[in-house]
């Protein structure tokens, strides 16, 4: 069965800032009616899997101001820049101060599709080496590393809570694994 679709009358931008705009649709029903849909549109974001020489996933713990309350996560910021991978390669530096010599882009997913049009890209980077860049004067990050194991446990703990960090790791997941029995099968 074929779900109906919604048909786009209108839209109009009610606030814009350099992050995301927040918009307001008017649609049209199947039946003729008309109804509204608020939504934040985003140009997107981009996340990095980075696994070390260790087989070693590499996080970053940052402050969470929502939350008030600390966070750790994958490496990860909004696209900034036409290609998202130069966005990854950038907020891997930034946030964890390391480049990659491996680079695969491993999915995509919606963070919050009844909210939010934004995208976010998934990237596997391995062959990790030190690069610094300039945080951002309001981010401040510990760089972490945790065996697979250690971060499955945090996850089910709650100790790792954050849901885009989640979902990049169930798509990245069969990567990792793949990469780290190629590891073990070269030595």
């Given at each position: 069965?074929?779900?109906?679709?919604?048909?786009?009358?209108?839209?109009?931008?009610?606030?814009?800032?350099?992050?995301?705009?927040?918009?307001?649709?008017?649609?049209?029903?199947?039946?003729?009616?008309?109804?509204?849909?608020?939504?934040?549109?985003?140009?997107?974001?981009?996340?990095?899997?980075?696994?070390?020489?260790?087989?070693?996933?590499?996080?970053?713990?940052?402050?969470?101001?929502?939350?008030?309350?600390?966070?750790?996560?994958?490496?990860?910021?909004?696209?900034?820049?036409?290609?998202?991978?130069?966005?990854?390669?950038?907020?891997?530096?930034?946030?964890?101060?390391?480049?990659?010599?491996?680079?695969?882009?491993?999915?995509?997913?919606?963070?919050?599709?009844?909210?939010?049009?934004?995208?976010?890209?998934?990237?596997?980077?391995?062959?990790?080496?030190?690069?610094?860049?300039?945080?951002?004067?309001?981010?401040?990050?510990?760089?972490?590393k945790m065996e697979i194991s250690e971060f499955q446990t945090a996850i089910?703990?709650?100790?790792?809570?954050?849901?885009?960090?989640?979902?990049?790791?169930?798509?990245?997941?069969?990567?990792?694994?793949?990469?780290?029995?190629?590891?073990?099968?070269?030595?």
């Amino acid at each position: 069965m074929s779900l109906k679709k919604l048909h786009t009358l209108s839209t109009k931008s009610l606030h814009k800032n350099p992050y995301w705009e927040y918009k307001l649709d008017r649609y049209a029903l199947p039946n003729g009616s008309s109804g509204e849909y608020h939504y934040v549109h985003s140009p997107g974001s981009a996340m990095v899997v980075p696994v070390d020489e260790a087989g070693k996933l590499v996080l970053v713990k940052q402050f969470r101001y929502l939350w008030q309350r600390e966070s750790i996560e994958f490496p990860a910021g909004g696209i900034k820049d036409p290609d998202p991978f130069v966005t990854a390669r950038n907020e891997l530096a930034e946030e964890a101060n390391i480049g990659a010599a491996v680079w695969k882009f491993v999915g995509e997913y919606n963070p919050y599709n009844g909210a939010t049009d934004e995208v976010a890209k998934v990237f596997f980077a391995s062959g990790l080496a030190n690069s610094i860049r300039e945080k951002d004067a309001s981010e401040e990050f510990e760089v972490l590393k945790m065996e697979i194991s250690e971060f499955q446990t945090a996850i089910e703990a709650g100790v790792i809570w954050d849901g885009m960090t989640l979902a990049a790791w169930m798509i990245a997941r069969p990567t990792v694994l793949e990469y780290l029995a190629n590891v073990k099968l070269r030595k």
